[in-house]
């Protein structure tokens, strides 16, 4: 690590940079990059712009590693990975006892973002990100560009400064993160570039403090739920079967059902407990005068590592099952994702004691390590053996309309990816 004036002189040149880092944040935000899936083209144009913004920086080793995917009109998915190389880890295997070789520390942020929703809930456009209160408000400000951002200019700090790390840093900024990582981190994955020595981080999630570091996440269970009955009209209910009703009736059963017995705690998880939510329902009949013979919709459950899954399905189906001897519907249940919690990132893990100590740098306290119930590319990683650690400071704005990132956490981040790099 850096001692005394040199940290300091590095820590205020990213003060300095602040201005160039909202520009650059205001500029990749503007072109969007979404999902086929969710009526878009990718990311090709964006990462484009990204690759030329870092080779302006004075980046040189830059790599763009192509996930074929015929649906976009670039015919792949881009996966960025910017390289500066660092002194010692290129040394061979046997080396002096004085001498220590390092393994990469990976940063990996994604550049896709999810569509802007309801455009009448935004107070701005959502692709013409601007300035207010000290926030930039925009589609993808913080999802995930701010992270994306911030490793870009800590990283160009170290180079501008003549400091090479004793380890590879590698900037990672990956597709299709919001739609399941396929063309993304899970294609990296396949393609063996990650050890298991690996530093990685994935500043994908954070609170507004920075006071939480991420080192598991809860199952995740989606179940469709297709209630069959009798379609009748609306003055005659009793000729037919409601399946609207039954699903009702059934959401309601299986919620308390759930909640009751899956109702144990661990303290480590916020919220502390599994969740199953009811969440989208499809249209059924079109009109109001008729009594729907089928209905349709989904629960999203967030289950503890201690429960299992498949159990978790078969009480489903036995409430299922219940409610459809009570009311005459027949009531199927389809799985839509089944992911067990993969497994927790040691705490006492290079990249989450390392992380610690950057963090207590900049902030002046220690991050406490958490679980959560949402889904971030550290869970891919985790899955295939490579202990990945998940930190960020935001403002949860993720998805919503009117998404910000405040500017003071975009500088104080990049602070942090810095001292981390040099540790």
Not at 394 to 415: G, M, W, Y
């Amino acid at each position: 690590m850096l001692l005394g004036g040199m940290l300091k002189e590095l820590l205020d040149s990213i003060d300095n940079m602040q201005d160039e880092m909202v520009n650059a944040l205001a500029n990749i935000c503007r072109i969007p990059a979404i999902a086929p899936e969710s009526g878009g083209d990718g990311e090709a144009k964006k990462a484009h712009y990204i690759v030329d913004m870092c080779k302006a920086l004075g980046f040189k080793n830059i790599e763009v590693v192509e996930a074929p995917d015929r649906r976009v009109s670039a015919g792949y998915r881009p996966n960025i990975i910017v390289t500066v190389k660092g002194s010692n880890s290129q040394l061979p295997e046997v080396t002096q006892p004085t001498e220590e070789r390092l393994p990469p520390l990976w940063i990996v942020s994604h550049a896709d973002v999810v569509p802007v929703g309801d455009i009448t809930l935004w107070n701005s456009e959502p692709h013409n990100p601007i300035v207010k209160d000290g926030k930039l408000i925009g589609r993808g400000v913080e999802d995930n560009g701010q992270s994306l951002i911030a490793s870009i200019f800590a990283t160009k700090a170290i180079v501008d400064a003549g400091i090479q790390p004793k380890r590879d840093v590698k900037l990672c900024f990956v597709a299709d993160e919001e739609v399941g990582s396929k063309f993304g981190i899970k294609y990296l994955v396949q393609q063996g570039l990650f050890s298991k020595d690996d530093l990685i981080l994935v500043p994908d999630f954070g609170d507004p403090e920075g006071k939480v570091i991420e080192v598991v996440e809860k199952g995740h269970l989606q179940i469709k739920i297709v209630t069959k009955g009798k379609q009748v009209h609306a003055s005659r209910p009793h000729k037919g079967i409601n399946a609207m009703v039954a699903a009702s009736r059934f959401i309601d059963r299986i919620t308390t059902a759930l909640y009751e017995k899956y109702n144990q705690e661990d303290v480590m998880f916020y919220p502390p407990t599994s969740t199953f939510e009811a969440t989208k329902r499809e249209a059924n009949v079109p009109n109001i005068n008729t009594v729907p013979g089928e209905d349709i919709f989904y629960m999203d459950c967030r289950i503890l590592p201690l429960h299992d899954l498949e159990e978790i399905v078969e009480t489903m189906k036995g409430v299922a099952t219940k409610v459809g001897i009570e009311t005459g519907a027949r009531i199927e249940l389809q799985e839509v994702r089944l992911t067990p919690a993969p497994p927790a990132t040691p705490i006492d893990s290079d990249i989450v004691q390392n992380l610690q100590k950057a963090i207590g740098q900049v902030y002046g306290f220690e991050a406490k390590p958490i679980g959560i119930g949402g889904g971030t590319c550290a869970a891919i990683f985790r899955k295939n053996g490579y202990p990945a650690a998940v930190w960020s400071t935001n403002q949860e704005t993720a998805h919503e309309p009117n998404e910000c990132s405040k500017i003071e956490n975009l500088v104080a981040d990049a602070k942090v990816f810095a001292l981390l790099a040099l540790m």
